[in-house]
């Protein structure tokens, strides 16, 4: 395994534009689709977030994006169900998935949406890269697994921001975030060095910033702002923010 330490950010990239310090601060929603007709032609880079119902994805999504109410954050989980879009400042794309597992959703709901989901991350060109978020005290659930099996195979990169860390200790939290490092290494042997785990709180802001640093890798604006280290899974001296795994430069998806 390898860890990620954020670098003092927004240097000039390779092209000579300004490095984007807050890759998701002034995102505008662009549009919402219900199904796989309504997708937007696949052009800019593509960010998905996906998470089960209630993990925290809207409000990670608003701290990100440093807004109160971008994503709708709700104490009403599983209500959405359809695909936001929204338009980052670099002109990519942040596409908030449905939340999903909430009980109250019926069955022939779920199926569909788990369908859908899993054909998008499976298939969508223009995705650099999947951020899933877990809340760290539940740990991997089996959609989340399911919805990894179903991106992995990209070869593209993922960012699992374990999150509500602030509920737990210190000790607590690290046990969680090794759990979760256990869980993807005997689940997914060959592809968990795609994945990197940033332990999160959205109320503490802890993890915004090598969060960040993945993100603006993934959009090409990185320019080694994220260091690759190499550490071991389970060492124990290290202070937050981190991150887990190998986030590697996306697998680039031909256009077309
Ligand atoms: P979503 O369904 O995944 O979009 O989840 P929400 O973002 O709506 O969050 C669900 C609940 O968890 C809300 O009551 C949030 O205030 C709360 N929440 C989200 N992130 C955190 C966090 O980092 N710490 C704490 N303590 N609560 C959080």
Redesign the pocket.
Known sequence: MRRVRPKAANRANSLGTPALKHPLQQAEFALSIANDAQLPPPGPPEIAFA??????????INVLANRTRL?F???T?GRTQQINFFRLRSGALLADLP?YGYAAVPLALKRHWQGFLGRYVATRQSLVGLVL?VDARHGLADLDVELLSSFLGSGRPVLLLA?????LTTSKQREAEQDIVRALVTTFPAQSAQVAVVP????RRMGVEAAEAVLREWLGEGDGNAVLEESPATSSKEKAPRTRGVPRGPKRPSRG
Do not use: C, E, Y
């Open positions: 998470g089960r119902s209630n993990a925290g994805k809207s409000t990670a994503a954050a709700s104490k989980p939340g978020i999150t509500k860390m602030d509920k999160f709180s959205a109320t």
